[in-house]
């Protein structure tokens, strides 16, 4: 049952209280090729600062027309520009 490994897995998260490098990470997402003409779907979580906020909003805004972006900011410390700018 997939509910319960997704748990599991975020279970198994370690947080290291440091900025988080992100635009990798929108990059391989946006690089895989799409599956039967569908547009990708990310969903991006965010609990503290990132490093690069304006460098990931403006690669979405260039480049990535036929994808979805969802965002979650949780707590008080996330970043509001990142979260507001990648929606």
């Known amino acids: 049952d997939w509910i319960n490994r997704a748990i ?8 290291d ?3 988080t490098s992100l635009f990798k990470a929108v990059q391989e997402v946006f690089s895989l090729p799409q599956m039967n003409g569908l547009p990708r ?4 979580m965010t ?4 490093d690069s906020v304006h ?4 690669f979405i805004e260039s480049g990535c027309k036929f994808h979805q972006v969802f ?6 410390d996330h970043s509001e520009e990142l979260v507001q700018g990648m929606a």
Do not use: H, P, Y
């Open 8 to 15: 599991q897995k975020v279970q198994g998260f370690k947080a």
């Open 17 to 19: 209280m440091g900025n």
């Open 41 to 44: 779907v990310m969903l991006m």
């Open 47 to 50: 609990d503290g600062k990132v």
């Open 55 to 58: 460098k990931i909003i403006r």
């Open 71 to 76: 965002t979650l900011g949780i707590g008080s």
